[in-house]
Structures are given as structure tokens and as C-alpha cells.
């Protein structure tokens, strides 16, 4: 009776054993498959985004000189000096930036972009600001910073999913 | 005693042997679990492959900007020359090893697909480069487009927006 009683415990502890290797081993496979991948790909994808909107040539010009870039717009639309024929930088910033912005995402409920964000400061204010469609927790982004006559100016931009 | 004493031998052998097979058929689950990614991988690692040839070849001899526009500007293709390219694709056909590759403007916008010729060039906003049967999925990046332009009085750089986009064969077709 008693070897009986015995035989059938260290049955249940070889069980018991069992179930803890099994549930361990459960554990480490769903870290396994929770692990996201990098999103190298699409930060390039925003990257590359910002830089060709800062190397896009403007119809900003003074007579006689030549056309800027958008890069130079943001440091005189920030600044006192204007480049452009009637002062007018911060307009065509502005419209430049929304053409392209408009132009290159698709954002909508049902599209792959749920929104986009772009804000482009100075250490003192916000030259530019851009939304559309909605924010999600879900995003992948690009910051940069160049200095302009000892200043930062600063741009980031999110593209939500 | 004796009897005893095997018996306990044979339990623990017994025991070993069925943990054995226990963390063996675990491991062939999770190989099988491993090995059925491997299609995807295949995907993947050639989508790797093509976004990187997308960021190459904005970067390569054929289609950067290189010293032209007095900068060394990164993603910037030169559109005078991709013209030039694309008028003599049937040279280059295999020779980046991808299904297409294509650069569409993004912005100034234009209205339709207008494709560039000597002829419409630079009022058009699509170059096509390989003319073979397109299969697969595209990948793109963002680019400067680049060309030099006549202004009032001197020639300047003018650079666009556009989007380079390269085509790739998935592996299995499904």
C-alpha cells in the first residue's frame, strides 16, 4: 500500500516537473514572438522625407539673385532679413511646405498613414506647424537640427500608423 | 535490497528517458515553428535588399547629382542625366538585377502620368527605366530632383521632390 502510495507521488512530481518546464518554455516563446522589428526601413522612408523638402528649391528669390532652398526660407523667415521680393519668407514657407506635405503623404482612415506632423522651431518660437488626420500611438519619425548664424532650427516630423 | 535498488535505477532510467523525449519533441516543434518563417524571411531579406539598392542607387554614379550642383547633397539624382538614361535603358536592363525601377515627381505637381521625353522634359513627372514584365512589390524613398535651370540672368540649380521607386520579385508565388 504504501509503495503504491509512493509510486503514484513521485508520478504527480514528475508531472508537476513537467508542467513547470512546459509553462517556462511557453514564457520564453511568446517574448520570442512579442519581439517587434526594427523599423530601419520606414525612418529612412521619413528621413529621406525631410531632407528633399530642406533641399527643395523655392520660388523665393530677390531680383537678380539667385533661387533659395527651403532650408535658407526657415533661417529668413525666422530672421529680421528677408530673401524674398516683398518680405513675404513666412508665406511662402508656408505654402511651400503644405504643397509638399499634401503632395507626398496620403493620409486618411483608411490608408496605410493615419496622419502626419511637422513643426519646425527656433530656440524662440515656432516658425512652422503642421498637422493632418489624426495621431496614433503608433508612429515613425525624423528630427533633425542645423545651426543659421549661431542658432538652432529645429524640424521634426511623424508619420502616424 | 538488491531488487529494490534496481527497481530505483529503473525509475530514474525510465525518468531521463521520458524527459528526454519530452525536451526533444520540443525542440522539434519549435523548429518547425522556426523553418515555416523561412518563406517570409526570403521576402524579407529581398525587401531588404531592394530598399537598400533604392538608397544605392540614388547614391550611385548613374543617378547622383555628384559634383554637378557644387554640394555633395545625399538622395539627390540628377535629372538631366536620368533622362539621358532612360532613353538608352535597353543597356541597362540586368544590370542592377531588380524588376523596375522608376522615378515619379511628387511635387510641384502635375496632373496624370506624364512621362518624360526630350521633348516634354522637364514639364513631365514619371521616368521608367526597365521595360520587362513587372512581377512583385515596390519599394521607394524620397529623393531631391535635380537640374540645372535658366534663371534672369544666370544658370541656377532647381531642385523637386520626388519618389524613386524599385520593384523586386518575391521569392514563392502564391
Known amino acids: 500500500m504504501k509503495s503504491k502510495k509512493k509510486g503514484q507521488e513521485e508520478m504527480v512530481g514528475f508531472g508537476i516537473i513537467m508542467v513547470i518546464v512546459a509553462v517556462i518554455a511557453l514564457v520564453f516563446l511568446a517574448l520570442y514572438l512579442s519581439r517587434s522589428s526594427s523599423d530601419i526601413r520606414e525612418d529612412y522612408a521619413t528621413a529621406s522625407f525631410v531632407e528633399g523638402v530642406l533641399s527643395y528649391t523655392t520660388e523665393c528669390h530677390e531680383p537678380g ?38 503632395a507626398s503623404w496620403d493620409v486618411g482612415a483608411n490608408a496605410a498613414v493615419k496622419g502626419v506632423e511637422m513643426s519646425i522651431t527656433s530656440e524662440s518660437k515656432e516658425i512652422f506647424y503642421y498637422v493632418e488626420g489624426n495621431a496614433t500611438a503608433e508612429y515613425r519619425g525624423y528630427f533633425t537640427e542645423f545651426p543659421r548664424r549661431g542658432e538652432f532650427l529645429k524640424i521634426a516630423f511623424k508619420a502616424y500608423s | 535490497m538488491v531488487k529494490q535498488a534496481q527497481f530505483k535505477i529503473q525509475q530514474t532510467a525510465f525518468m531521463l528517458v521520458a524527459l528526454t523525449i519530452f525536451f526533444v519533441l520540443v525542440g522539434l516543434v519549435f523548429l518547425g515553428f522556426q523553418f515555416s518563417n523561412t518563406r517570409e524571411d526570403a521576402d524579407q531579406l529581398k525587401a531588404d535588399q531592394a530598399t537598400l539598392l533604392v538608397s544605392k542607387l540614388a547614391n550611385s554614379p548613374e543617378f547622383s547629382c555628384e559634383q554637378a550642383f557644387n554640394e555633395n547633397k545625399e538622395n539627390c539624382v540628377d535629372f538631366d542625366k536620368i ?35 526630350k521633348e516634354n ?47 523586386y520579385e518575391e521569392y514563392y508565388e502564391e
Not at chain 1, 527651403?70 to 513675404?88: D, P, T, W
Not at chain 1, 519668407?89 to 508656408?94: A, F, G, S, V
Not at chain 2, 513631365?124 to 526597365?130: A, D, E, L, P, T
Request: with cysteine.
Open chain 2, 83 to 117: 533622362l539621358v538614361l532612360s532613353e538608352n535603358k535597353e543597356k541597362y536592363s540586368n544590370f542592377w538585377g531588380v524588376s523596375d525601377i522608376k522615378l515619379r515627381k511628387i511635387y510641384p505637381e502635375i496632373e496624370g502620368e506624364v512621362m518624360c521625353t
Open chain 1, 65 to 102: 539673385k539667385a533661387f533659395i532652398d527651403v532650408r535658407e526660407l526657415i533661417y529668413f523667415c525666422n530672421s529680421a532679413q528677408k530673401a524674398c521680393a516683398l518680405g513675404i519668407d513666412c508665406e511662402l514657407l508656408n505654402e511651400t511646405l503644405r504643397g509638399l506635405l499634401e
Open chain 2, 121 to 167: 522634359y522637364p514639364e513631365c513627372n514619371v521616368v521608367h527605366f526597365i521595360e520587362e514584365e513587372i512581377r512583385g512589390n515596390y519599394v521607394s524613398n524620397f529623393v531631391s530632383l535635380c537640374r540645372k535651370e535658366m534663371g534672369e540672368r544666370e544658370v541656377y540649380t532647381k531642385c523637386e521632390l520626388a519618389m524613386l521607386l524599385v520593384s
